[in-house]
Antibody, heavy 116, light 106 residues
Framework: QVQLMQSGAEVKKPGASVTVSCKASGYTFTSFDINWVRQAPGQGLEWVGWMNPNSGKTISAQHFQGRLTMTRNTSINTAYLDLSSLKSDDTAVYFC?????????WGLGTLVTVSS | DIQMTQSPSSLSASVGDRVTITCRASQSVYNYLAWYQQKPGKVPLLLIYAASTLQSGVPSRFSATGSGTDFTLTISSLQPEDVATYYCQKYNSAPRTFGQGTKVDI
């Protein structure tokens, strides 16, 4: 079955960087796009970015202004989200998702806490 | 970028009530519109895709209509287990923007 296994929770200081990984299994990794979605505590869902795992092409939400990098390693079926210059309002659960409705699957999320 | 606006932001209804949530896109998203249900601490669950198609396994009391810019999610008879926050999302192209959510209480 399709699984998206995300890395564990992170605590970072303001200005630092964080990497969240998303290891896919149960399907051909390069056949479905990966989206990242985040949810700040008590807030709604925010689309973060999109990646084509086959080509490596990415599109990021505008307001990240170059702080966001999405990459992948096709040999280990893993997608990565790198967020730099962290701010307190980057504190959120970061979800990776696969594909497009109806064939969409969600990882369980990775909590990233930014605190001094 | 296309903006997605949901209303209301929250509502309270009684068991058995008919509940309607609307989602408006600032430009046409054709029928590339999904509805999700999210309960506290849980991953969002896909309810509806292609604006009006019920995802497999979702109770038939959920239904949706719309195309272009105006969409509606309806719960025909609200049940206690439907207490959750509901989100619309466009997925025709990036950015795959979400609405701000509608919290449904009993």
């Amino acid at each position: 079955q399709v699984q998206l296994m995300q890395s564990g929770a992170e605590v970072k200081k303001p200005g630092a960087s964080v990497t969240v990984s998303c290891k896919a299994s149960g399907y051909t990794f390069t056949s479905f796009d990966i989206n990242w979605v985040r949810q700040a505590p008590g807030q709604g869902l925010e689309w973060v970015g999109w990646m084509n795992p086959n080509s490596g092409k990415t599109i990021s939400a505008q307001h990240f202004q170059g702080r966001l990098t999405m990459t992948r390693n096709t040999s280990i079926n893993t997608a990565y989200l790198d967020l730099s210059s962290l701010k307190s309002d980057d504190t959120a659960v970061y979800f990776c998702t696969r594909g497009t409705p109806p064939r969409v699957h969600w990882g369980l999320g990775t909590l990233v806490t930014v605190s001094s | 970028d296309i903006q997605m606006t949901q209303s209301p932001s929250s509502l309270s209804a009684s068991v058995g009530d008919r509940v309607t949530i609307t989602c408006r896109a600032s430009q046409s998203v054709y029928n590339y519109l999904a509805w999700y249900q999210q309960k506290p601490g849980k991953v969002p669950l896909l309810l509806i895709y292609a604006a009006s198609t019920l995802q497999s396994g979702v109770p038939s009391r959920f239904s949706a209509t719309g195309s272009g810019t105006d969409f509606t999610l309806t719960i025909s008879s609200l049940q206690p287990e439907d207490v959750a926050t509901y989100y619309c999302q466009k997925y025709n192209s990036a950015p795959r923007t979400f609405g701000q959510g509608t919290k449904v209480d009993i």
